[in-house]
């Protein structure tokens, strides 16, 4: 599976910006993809992630600000980023993995994308 991200870029504080993520393919008919987020010196962290069954879920910082939302028929997922602050600052990842029918979330992820760059000036 291949994934590719776009969108990233510079803004001021309390700006927008909308992430895409297209994947060549599902690796399966229940999957997870989400977004991650890096900033060196600090671990990797999952923002945002969607499942097959829409099921969502964000990490506290960005709840209310950000959406993750999808496009079966063009495997692509987004994200919303409204009201950026500075701490959203990073290299935005998105990956896609198989999902178990057992889970509705993911815990480690196969696929990667190279990552986007998102610069929020204060």
């Known amino acids: 599976v291949q994934v590719a991200e776009s969108g990233g870029g510079s803004v001021q504080a309390g700006g927008s910006l909308r992430l895409s993520c297209k994947a060549d393919?599902?690796?399966?008919?229940?999957?997870?993809m989400a977004w991650f987020r890096q900033t060196p010196g600090q671990e990797r962290e999952e923002v945002a992630m969607i499942n097959d069954n829409d099921y969502r879920r964000y990490v506290d910082s960005v709840k209310g600000r950000f959406t993750i939302s999808k496009d079966n028929a063009r495997t692509t997922v987004f994200l919303q980023m409204n009201d950026l602050k500075p701490e959203d600052t990073s290299v935005y990842y998105c990956?896609?993995?198989?999902?178990?029918?057992?889970?509705?979330?993911?815990?480690?992820?196969?696929?990667w994308g190279q990552g986007t760059q998102v610069t929020v000036s204060p």
């Open positions: 393919r599902y690796p399966s008919s229940t999957y997870c």
């Open positions: 990956a896609v993995t198989w999902r178990s029918m057992a889970r509705a979330a993911c815990a480690t992820y196969s696929y």
